[in-house]
């Protein structure tokens, strides 16, 4: 129900009457989060109260992590959670913070797209970068435009790279899995299911050129 803020290298104290809680820790990097640190929010002493949309974003961070998610997704996940809770401040998001639909947003979600084509294992953060923007914002923007998570565009990616293959004829559904960057072969049949309604092995069969 509660949040905190705490400034690097300060000292906090929090009284547990019923026994202890447990929290998450999140601490932003000054490019994670851009100007939106500096925006005029004012971080208060006491702690806030979090919406169930925070709590939401919040559960979903850790289950996630607890997962084994990617390192890509968790770092979309917890900067957006952290920008959130610093917008809350002022009960809406900072200007500095707002998505870009325009001519703007578009040419922000098509730099995503060139430099996701040129290499797919860029980070958020060295993606947000290379672009010139926070992480936060070009995460924002980029689903306020795309109706999607730059997670989910990465994966998508990543199912039409396999396709392609599968195409070809691919028969090592394992390697193929860890080539793409998949877990392992389970966690790349779950995904293909999921967003193309077939595993790989039944795509191989319908995409597949006879004899081979």
């Known amino acids: 129900m509660s949040a905190y803020f705490q ?8 009284a ?8 998450t820790v999140i601490v932003p990097s000054p490019d994670a989060i851009g100007g939106l640190a500096d925006s005029g929010a ?14 939401v974003d919040h559960r979903a961070l850790v289950a996630r ?28 998001l900072s200007r500095l913070a707002q998505p870009q ?7 922000l979600t098509d730099q995503v797209r060139q ?4 290499d797919i294992d860029l980070s958020l953060l060295e993606l947000a970068r290379r672009i010139g923007v926070s992480p ?27 396709l392609d293959r599968l195409e070809s004829g691919a028969s090592d559904l394992a ?13 790349f049949t779950r995904t293909m299911r999921a967003e193309a309604g077939a595993t790989p092995g039944q795509l191989r069969a319908l995409l597949g050129t006879p004899g081979k």
């Open 136 to 162: 936060f914002h070009l995460s924002r923007t980029f689903r306020s435009v795309t109706g999607m998570t730059l997670t989910r565009y990465r994966r998508q990616l990543r199912l039409k790279g396999a």
């Open 42 to 55: 004012c971080f208060p002493d006491a702690a806030m109260v979090v919406s169930p949309r925070v709590d």
């Open 115 to 118: 430099a996701l084509a040129g």
């Open 175 to 187: 390697g193929l899995a860890a080539e793409l960057g998949f877990a392992d072969q389970a966690h």
């Open 16 to 23: 547990h009457p019923r026994g202890g809680d447990t929290c």
């Open 101 to 107: 639909n325009g001519a703007r947003g578009r040419w």
């Open 65 to 92: 992590a607890g997962q084994g998610a990617e390192e890509f997704e968790l770092t979309e996940r917890a900067t957006v959670l952290a920008g959130r809770l610093i917008g809350a401040l002022n009960g809406e």
């Open 7 to 14: 400034r690097l290298g300060s000292v906090q104290q929090v």
